[in-house]
């Protein structure tokens, strides 16, 4: 009798919470909205989607502009605006509350497979697999209280395909990161401003496909196919530890608010969560059916959102695997004693 009641209390502590399913095609992007009532994800299907996070159901109609891929979206820093990259080349910003396409930047020439918000929400960045990273100022309906420091506003990054991009916290620096050629993979920090390469973080042996930066700036976080997470001290761009648990590419990665637990996705049909104070897995994998996508935390960090080639997005109680592992502390923030 106890080692079934364990048995049931182990596969409710890792078993989704909730599923998002009506995507007619593989789900690459979910992201939590505001408020915790939310989230939005994008699909290869050419559509944006909105759903209530407790019942699972889609709100409103679809979001489309147009018939192309979507393959990546971010959320501005104060939740009113979407960035979504997509296979036309095309950067789009979407209003959270109309539903519509406020802006569409074109430049690239290629698919767009990241995007990445700037902390003052003035920028947005974008990777493409055209091999280049270009930034785009955001215009408020306000006047800005001071101008946009010129800034640099296509990089020509030496990789044959961008598939990551990011700003550091502070947006002073950008890490990219793709496929080189061959068997070179790195991952380069360039100067925000200027476009000036600052290193070449060299290390994986497959394509780069996801970039994290911790919230206090001293840490980047990458994941590869070659089946690894590696983490950089952006002090002096080593690699500090190399995180080999997952037995396919890892395809994305997530940082909790409070820095202490990452999240990570693979095409090995599971997502795992890693204790950042050591390096060490948190609890089984999540299991799904299909290759997953992609991977983001709510605002409190107690949920996790997935989206899955199998058509659909789930969610994901972290404090319930957190507590299932006897973890709890992992959610509070490591500053408070």
């Given at each position: 009798?106890?080692?079934?009641?364990?048995?049931?209390?182990?596969t409710?502590?890792?078993?989704?919470?909730?599923?998002?399913?009506?995507?007619?095609?593989?789900?690459?992007g979910?992201?939590?909205?505001?408020?915790?009532?939310?989230i939005?994800?994008?699909?290869?299907?050419?559509?944006?989607?909105?759903?209530?996070?407790?019942?699972?159901?889609?709100?409103?109609?679809?979001w489309?502009?147009?018939?192309?891929?979507?393959?990546?979206?971010?959320?501005?820093?104060?939740g009113?605006?979407?960035?979504?990259?997509?296979?036309?080349?095309?950067?789009?910003?979407?209003?959270?509350?109309?539903?519509?396409?406020?802006?569409?930047?074109?430049?690239?020439t290629?698919?767009?497979?990241?995007?990445?918000?700037?902390?003052?929400?003035?920028?947005?960045?974008?990777?493409?697999?055209?091999?280049?990273?270009?930034q785009?100022?955001?215009?408020?309906?306000?006047?800005?209280?001071?101008?946009?420091?010129?800034?640099?506003?296509?990089?020509?990054?030496?990789?044959?395909?961008?598939?990551?991009?990011?700003?550091?916290?502070?947006?002073?620096?950008?890490?990219?990161?793709?496929?080189?050629?061959?068997?070179?993979?790195?991952?380069?920090?360039?100067?925000?401003?200027?476009?000036?390469?600052?290193?070449?973080?060299?290390?994986?042996?497959?394509?780069?496909?996801?970039?994290?930066?911790?919230?206090?700036?001293?840490?980047?976080?990458?994941?590869?196919?070659?089946?690894?997470?590696?983490?950089?001290?952006?002090?002096?761009?080593?690699?500090?530890?190399v995180l080999?648990?997952?037995?396919?590419?890892?395809?994305?990665?997530?940082?909790?608010?409070?820095?202490?637990?990452?999240?990570?996705?693979?095409?090995?049909?599971?997502?795992?969560?890693?204790?950042?104070?050591?390096?060490?897995?948190?609890?089984?994998?999540?299991?799904?059916?299909?290759?997953?996508?992609c991977?983001?935390?709510s605002?409190?960090?107690?949920?996790?959102?997935?989206?899955?080639?199998?058509?659909?997005?789930?969610?994901?109680?972290?404090?319930?695997?957190?507590?299932?592992?006897g973890?709890?502390d992992?959610?509070?923030?490591?500053?408070?004693?």
């Amino acid at each position: 009798m106890s080692s079934t009641a364990t048995e049931k209390k182990v596969t409710s502590a890792i078993t989704h919470r909730q599923i998002f399913e009506g995507h007619t095609e593989g789900v690459l992007g979910a992201v939590h909205l505001p408020g915790g009532q939310r989230i939005i994800t994008c699909s290869i299907d050419g559509s944006l989607r909105v759903w209530n996070s407790k019942s699972g159901k889609q709100i409103g109609h679809d979001w489309r502009d147009g018939d192309s891929e979507v393959v990546t979206i971010a959320l501005s820093p104060d939740g009113k605006k979407v960035a979504s990259g997509s296979h036309d080349g095309a950067v789009r910003l979407w209003d959270i509350d109309t539903c519509k396409v406020v802006k569409k930047w074109t430049g690239h020439t290629d698919e767009v497979w990241s995007v990445c918000w700037s902390r003052d929400g003035r920028r947005v960045l974008s990777g493409s697999i055209d091999g280049n990273a270009r930034q785009w100022e955001v215009e408020s309906g306000e006047t800005m209280p001071e101008p946009i420091e010129n800034i640099f506003a296509s990089i020509e990054t030496g990789h044959k395909r961008v598939w990551a991009v990011v700003y550091s916290p502070d947006t002073t620096l950008i890490a990219t990161g793709g496929y080189d050629g061959r068997d070179e993979c790195s991952i380069k920090i360039w100067d925000a401003k200027t476009g000036k390469l600052v290193a070449t973080l060299k290390g994986h042996t497959g394509t780069v496909w996801c970039l994290a930066w911790t919230k206090d700036g001293k840490t980047l976080i990458s994941g590869s196919s070659d089946c690894s997470i590696r983490t950089w001290n952006t002090t002096n761009w080593q690699q500090t530890a190399v995180l080999n648990d997952h037995t396919g590419g890892v395809y994305g990665i997530a940082i909790s608010p409070n820095d202490r637990i990452l999240a990570s996705v693979s095409d090995d049909k599971t997502a795992r969560l890693w204790n950042l104070d050591n390096g060490q897995p948190i609890s089984s994998p999540l299991q799904h059916a299909d290759e997953v996508n992609c991977v983001s935390f709510s605002a409190g960090g107690k949920r996790l959102a997935t989206g899955c080639d199998d058509k659909n997005a789930y969610i994901w109680v972290i404090a319930a695997i957190l507590q299932e592992a006897g973890l709890d502390d992992l959610l509070a923030d490591p500053k408070v004693s």
